[in-house]
Every structure is written in C-alpha cells, then in structure tokens.
C-alpha cells in the first residue's frame, strides 16, 4: 500500500520514521527523537527529552499537556505514514491525560491498529523513562491515508 518513494526521503520503516520526526520545524522546537520500529506490528518509539520551557507553569515541574497532545500526534502520524509512504493527515485526535507528566524524558509509543486505503488509526502511550516507568496519557488518533490529501511535498 505504500506510494512510489519520494527524492531524499528513505524508504525503509525506520529510516521513514526518522524522516517523520525529524522533517517538520516544530517537531524540532520539541526536541523529538525517532528511536525505534517494531516491524512485527508497526509500533514506533519516539522520546522527548524533558525542558523547562515546555513546561505548564514556572513553578511546577510538569510538561504543558499541548506538549503531550502535539508528541502524541507525532507519534501516531509517524507510525502511520511509515506504513503508507507518505505523509498523512489528521482526522481526529483524542487523548486521555492520566496524570501530570514530571518534566523529565518521555516515550511515546505508537501503534497503528488500521490502515486502510482512506482511513488510519492508532494508539499512543506515553510514558516517563526510568527505573519505574509510569503511564501518563493515550491517544487514539485517525488519519487521512489518501496520497492525494497528503501534505504538500516533504
């Protein structure tokens, strides 16, 4: 199901997922790193490092919950545009925020559940990255995979 590749853009899953983090200029405002691809179910790894300055407030240690939306966004566009080839749309994003996100590194897993030839759908956790980590928000986002809404070139 995936498009023909595109001039400079890797064609291999992880290299595609780096592509995806890495390309738009916000997602480096963020600080957003691609850390790995799971091929047995598509499941990408994206961390976000911990700064202050993406923070909710001065006087509490705790990533803004946008801040959370936009990794958790990211990281299902990622695992879904890995699987078609192309760049792909938001439909929809929910999340559910569990609890405060201490200012420290977060991971965000990514894991598509469809992917069909007009809709994609996946599933996000984001966790903090320890000794003990602990979960603090899902997503659920949906996409357009239509190559012809695809967003420009890359």
């Known amino acids: 199901m995936t498009n023909p590749p595109v001039s400079g853009v890797p064609t291999d899953p992880f290299g595609r997922l780096v592509h995806e983090v890495a390309h738009p200029p916000f997602h480096s405002v963020l600080g ?3 850390v790995r691809y799971q091929p047995d179910d598509g499941t990408v790894f994206i961390r976000l490092p911990g700064d202050p300055q993406l923070g909710r407030s001065r006087q509490q240690a ?4 946008g801040v959370l939306a936009a990794m958790a966004d990211i990281a299902a566009h990622a695992a879904i545009a890995v699987q ?4 792909v749309p938001t439909v929809d994003l929910r999340m559910d925020y ?4 201490p200012l420290g590194e977060l991971m965000a897993e990514a894991t598509p559940l469809q992917v069909g030839r007009s809709i994609g ?4 956790r984001i966790r903090t990255v320890g000794e003990t980590p602990v ?4 997503a659920r986002a949906t ?5 012809s809404n695809a967003l420009g070139k890359e």
């Open 121 to 124: 759908r996946a599933d996000v």
């Open 98 to 101: 569990l609890r405060p996100a």
């Open 135 to 138: 979960l603090v928000a899902v």
């Open 32 to 34: 957003l790193e691609a």
């Open 84 to 87: 078609v080839g192309h760049p």
């Open 62 to 65: 705790f990533f803004h919950g």
């Open 143 to 147: 996409f357009s995979t239509l190559a």
